[in-house]
């Protein structure tokens, strides 16, 4: 059975940074490319991130610049690190399979940027 177990969400004022991780149980971790997703209030959710197994990660281009993507296969554990956060950040995020498979969805992380 898969796991995908997000944390290190918060509440953070703006400009400022957290560190999400995602440990993932029950699946080949290393041959699939990871995802960071999330879902603002009254939205659709969204692809924030994505880092293959090799080769160079991909970003949204609202987080370009300011959010890394990064995993630890011995740990399998993928990780999102956030810069220079906006309040228009705000939201659950998710980390998922790319593409994602919905049966691998998990409860996700509160990300909050508020003064």
């Known amino acids: 059975q898969v796991q995908l177990v997000e944390s290190g969400g918060g509440l953070v004022q703006p400009g400022g940074s957290l560190r999400l991780s995602c440990a993932a149980s029950g699946l080949d971790f290393t041959i699939n490319t990871m995802g960071w997703y999330r879902q603002a209030p009254g939205k659709q959710r969204e692809l924030v991130a994505a880092i293959p197994r090799r080769g160079s990660p991909n970003y949204a281009d609202s987080v370009k610049g300011r959010f890394t993507i990064s995993r630890d296969n011995a740990r399998n554990t993928v990780y999102l690190q956030m810069l220079s956060l906006k309040p228009e950040d705000t939201a659950v995020f998710y980390c998922?399979?790319?593409?994602?498979?919905?049966?691998?969805w998990g409860q996700g992380t509160q990300v909050t940027v508020s003064s």
């Open positions: 998922n399979t790319y593409p994602p498979i919905g049966r691998y």
